[in-house]
T-cell receptor, first 115, second 112 residues
Framework: ETGVTQSPTHLIKTRGQQVTLRCSSQ?????VSWYQQALGQGPQFIFQ???????GRGNFPPRFSGLQFPNYSSELNVNALELDDSALYLC????FGAGRSNEQFFGPGTRLTVL | GESVGLHLPTLSVQEGDNSIINCAYS??????FIWYKQESGKGPQFIID?????DKRQGQRVTVLLNKTVKHLSLQIAATQPGDSAVYFC???????????FGSGTRLQVQP
């Protein structure tokens, strides 16, 4: 069974640029969530994708957007990068459905640095 | 907004001792609680979970206790080992939701 994978591992961008982060969900999982984890803090929910549609969103501006593909993999796009966007971006996958556990499996994250 | 928080930012224990990490939550609609372990440079790793219809759940060397009356969650680690050193997060989610709300974390340091 393949776990959650993310790419790239590290990324450095400058303020105002755009970035795309990628996530492959764990085998058999149909739901992907994205979290932002600032240094020294707990992860903050950005949004979740199920059946290729956004299925819940946290308190993040519209310049944070995402996609989910038919194979359940996902992308997180951030436009007009700001210095405060520097963080570890985590992807988590789970199986959404009646009677299913809420357990989410996290990937290793992508460390984004905005200069 | 409602959030999950932790009482102690850092916990230092001796190898072999038992560790207890505490967490307070404020969302009374929370139905599902999870403890995660995060090592440096890695994503959170699932440790144990508990639903609101339970008070206690045991795993291998770990026990989670839930007190809904005072909205308190704890993680007990028996015979703490150096490999247990990490940051531990509690997280919660209300029934029907999938977004996890995390606390700020407790760093567990195990002294040999």
């Amino acid at each position: 069974e393949t776990g959650v994978t993310q790419s790239p591992t590290h990324l450095i961008k400058t303020r105002g640029q755009q970035v795309t982060l990628r996530c492959s969900s764990q085998s058999g999982h149909n739901t992907v969530s994205w979290y932002q984890q600032a240094l020294g803090q707990g992860p903050q929910f950005i949004f979740q994708y199920y059946r290729e549609e956004e299925n819940g969103r946290g308190n993040f501006p519209p310049r944070f957007s995402g996609l989910q593909f038919p194979n359940y993999s996902s992308e997180l796009n951030v436009n007009a990068l700001e210095l405060d966007d520097s963080a570890l971006y985590l992807c988590a996958s789970t199986v959404f459905g009646a009677g299913r556990s809420n357990e989410q499996f996290f990937g290793p994250g992508t460390r984004l640095t905005v200069l | 907004g409602e959030s999950v928080g932790l009482h102690l930012p850092t916990l230092s224990v001796q190898e072999g001792d038992n560790s207890i990490i505490n967490c307070a939550y404020s969302n009374s609609a929370s139905d599902y609680f999870i403890w995660y372990k995060q090592e440096s440079g890695k994503g959170p790793q699932f440790i144990i979970d508990i639903r609101s219809n339970m008070d206690k759940r045991q795993g291998q060397r770990v026990t989670v206790l839930l007190n809904k009356t005072v909205k308190h969650l704890s993680l007990q680690i028996a015979a703490t080992q150096p490999g247990d050193s990490a940051v531990y997060f509690c997280a919660e989610t209300p029934l029907g939701r999938r977004a996890l709300t995390f606390g700020s974390g407790t760093r567990l340091q195990v002294q040999p």
